[in-house]
Structure formats: C-alpha cells, structure tokens
C-alpha cells in the first residue's frame, strides 16, 4: 500500500467540476447526500442486476490536475478518494470497478487510478 500520510485528500470530486461535451470525464459523477454512490454507479450496477446496498466496493484515488486545483513547489499532488463497486478482479492484480461516471474503468491493485504524483519542483532547482 502506497503511503499518503504527507499529502492532501481533498474529497470525493472537485468543488467546481469543468467538463468537455465531447470527452466523458469517468471519475466525475452525481453524488447524493445519503449514497455512498453516483447515481450513475448506482443505475449501472441495477442494469447488470446486482444489488448496490451489497455490492462490494474497494476505495479508489486519483492525482488532481492542474486544471482541477493549485498546488505550491516541492509538495505532492492532492488527491481524490470515492467509492468503487468491484467488477472483477484481473489475474495480474488490476481491479476492474464502476468509475463515478458508470463506465467500467480498470484500477492498480491498491486502488489509484495511475501511481501517486511526485512531488513538483521549481524549475530550474
């Protein structure tokens, strides 16, 4: 398990989510109040007749963009943390999950999206 004991979580999703009408951004979904899920996770695990108050779900992070938020020199990138219903495990240890957007996305064994970020340097140090 990779140590995040120095960085910054920053919740499920960013407060102000930018989209493109021609790409589908799957770690972005509607959250409600009381679900733990999206809608979207919720009406694609219906869809292939599983039960959602049981399915099981691993916790997966993603690296924020810079496009998402702002982080100074020398520090890691924030992250984002939601929950993922588990499709199938892979034999190479990849986990397939429902992403928040209810597309099927493939996730490392520990739950990141890609490795975790490396810390940023000023240029020219």
Do not use: H
Request: hydrophobic share 35%.
């Amino acid at each position: 398990m990779t140590d995040i004991s120095d960085r910054i979580c920053m919740g499920r999703m960013p407060a102000n989510v930018l989209i493109s009408p021609s790409r589908e951004y799957p770690w972005y979904g509607r959250y409600q109040a009381d679900r733990v899920l999206t809608e979207q996770q919720y009406n694609a695990l219906i869809t292939a007749g599983a039960d959602p108050t049981t399915a099981e779900t691993i916790t997966v992070r993603r690296n924020a963009s810079e496009q998402e938020l702002w982080w100074g020199t020398n520090q890691y990138p924030p992250y984002f943390e939601f929950e993922c219903p588990v499709v199938a495990r892979l034999a190479d240890g990849r986990i397939k999950v429902i992403a928040p957007s209810g597309s099927n996305k493939i996730v490392l064994r520990d739950g990141w999206v890609t490795r975790p970020g490396k810390k940023r340097v000023a240029r020219g140090s």
